[in-house]
């Protein structure tokens, strides 16, 4: 997760003052050691996003990429996300689209093996916690042969659950967005082509209110 203001420190940069968070030391760790190698002026903390350790109204945005649906407390995230945010400021996130990322979903293909169709179900069961064996599946494959599986707790919540949660919250809806990829991008990571017949991501932007 990552948030930004004007630093107006004498002194300091002009322009803003971006923290990020992770509640990994690993991540953080290779995050500082990039922004050590490719200065940026972003400061890196090991915290999780239930308990943010910053100030009320600090930061004029906040970004949250592919994370939220990783956090079981998406209420406390939200709470504390609008209370880091200065009045009018916006918070947007990335999450795996929350109508395809079901726990029964299996891609159809054809004699090509082209994906013609998403097949999905249980949508409405509630995972809470399962821990799942995961591989990133659009990496290359020697990138994949190098590396081991690693395991994920999943949690689910429907469209409407995360929607409400977020007017819930305080927040006004301001634009979603659901990218797919171009078939030129699909051909050359086949991975992606899923992708292309319905949405795998769901991106959203909300304002706290001024
Ligand atoms: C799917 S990874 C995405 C990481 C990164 N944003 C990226 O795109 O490479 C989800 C991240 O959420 C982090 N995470 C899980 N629970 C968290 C929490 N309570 N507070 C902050 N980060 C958390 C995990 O450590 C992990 O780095």
Redesign the pocket.
């Known amino acids: ?1 990552s948030a930004a203001a004007r630093d107006t420190t004498p002194g300091s940069s002009p322009n803003a003052a971006p923290a990020g ?4 030391a ?2 953080i760790r290779h995050a500082r050691e990039w922004e050590e190698a490719n200065p940026s002026g972003i400061h890196y903390y090991v ?4 308990e943010l350790p910053f100030g009320d109204a600090t930061f004029d945005f906040v970004s ?8 079981p ?1 998406t209420d406390l ?1 939200l709470a504390e996300v609008f209370r880091a945010l200065k009045p009018g400021g916006f918070f947007q996130f990335s999450i795996t689209h929350p109508c395809f990322d079901t726990p029964h979903r299996e891609s159809l293909r054809d004699a090509e093996g082209l994906t013609y169709a998403i097949e999905v179900g249980d949508y409405f069961r509630r995972i809470d916690g399962e821990v799942k064996e995961w591989l990133f599946s659009a990496a290359p494959p020697d990138v994949r042969a190098g590396l081991r599986p690693f395991r ?1 707790p999943l949690f689910t919540k429907t469209l409407s659950e995360w929607l409400n949660l977020l007017i819930s919250s305080g927040f006004v809806i301001e634009r979603l967005e659901e990218p797919r990829p171009s078939d030129e991008t699909a051909r050359e990571w086949p991975g992606l082509q899923d992708a292309q017949v319905v949405a795998c991501f769901l991106h959203v932007r909300v304002r706290k209110p001024a």
């Open positions: 997760m968070i992770d509640i990994s690993n991540f915290a999780s996003a239930v949250a990429f592919m994370s939220l649906m990783d956090i407390e995230v994920i």
